[in-house]
């Protein structure tokens, strides 16, 4: 069956510019979560979906990360003005239900460079 | 703050040899640990899931270890193979009931296989 997918895989912008990132989990899964990986760094929780509701944004870096999620499937990331600290690789995973003994499973990822 | 700690942050050996890769960790009460394999470009995949109830769990030729006492994990890769060639990141999740899905993340062994 079909894993994780994201879009797009990579993604070059000028600072300043809005992004917007997406996931697709699996199908079925009811939670879903993004992750960012700065280079040599260990991947930060940004924030966590149950269904179509985020009960955890602790993660976001500022207000200019933002997350929807619609139909308790498809999940967008967007960031605002962009600037050259957000460039890292944007990971999404997603589980059958949220407790901890459930497996992520992790998207390929999108890699953002702002320039 | 929780933390998961990797030794070596990087680590050449020779096709064929084995190698150990450690992980210790702060996080306190856990439910469990894991091992991811990330391929470069790639999202992580799971390796192994242990309890901290379990000492040991296999996976083909992947063997993790844990010791709950002394908070510690080791990796043992034995008969590497080019494939093997990736990083491999250390993930604890908290028992915490409301945040057992935020899982910390260690910043992963980079593994290169020669022939």
């Known amino acids: 069956g079909a894993g994780v997918s994201q879009s797009p895989s990579n993604k070059v912008t000028e600072k300043g510019k809005d992004v917007e990132l997406r996931c697709d989990p699996i199908?079925?899964?009811?939670?879903l979560y993004w992750y960012r990986q700065s280079l040599g760094q260990g991947l930060e929780f940004l924030i966590y979906f149950q269904g179509n509701s985020a009960p955890d944004k602790s993660g976001l870096p500022s207000d200019r990360f933002s997350a929807e999620r619609t139909g308790g499937s498809v999940s967008t990331l967007t960031i605002q003005r962009t600037q050259q600290e957000d460039s890292a690789v944007y990971l999404c995973?997603?589980?059958?239900?949220?407790?901890?003994?459930?497996?992520?499973?992790f998207g390929p990822g999108t890699r953002l460079t702002v320039l | 703050k929780n933390q998961v700690e990797q030794s070596p942050q990087s680590l050449i050996i020779l096709e064929g040899k084995n190698c150990t890769l450690q992980?210790?960790?702060?996080?306190?009460?856990?439910?469990?640990l894991r091992w991811y394999k990330q391929d470069t470009g790639r999202g992580p995949v799971s390796l192994t899931i242990m309890t901290f109830s379990e000492n040991t769990k296999s996976n083909g030729r992947y063997t993790a270890t844990l010791d709950a006492d002394t908070k510690q994990s080791s990796l043992h890769i034995t008969a590497s193979q080019l494939s093997d060639s990736a990083s491999y990141i250390c993930v604890v999740i908290p028992s915490i009931g409301a945040g057992s899905y935020q899982l910390t993340f260690g910043k992963g062994t980079k593994l290169s296989v020669i022939p």
């Open positions: 995973a997603s589980s059958p239900t949220s407790g901890s003994n459930n497996e992520q499973f």
């Open positions: 199908s079925g899964h009811t939670a």
């Open positions: 992980c210790n960790y702060t996080v306190s009460p856990f439910s469990n």
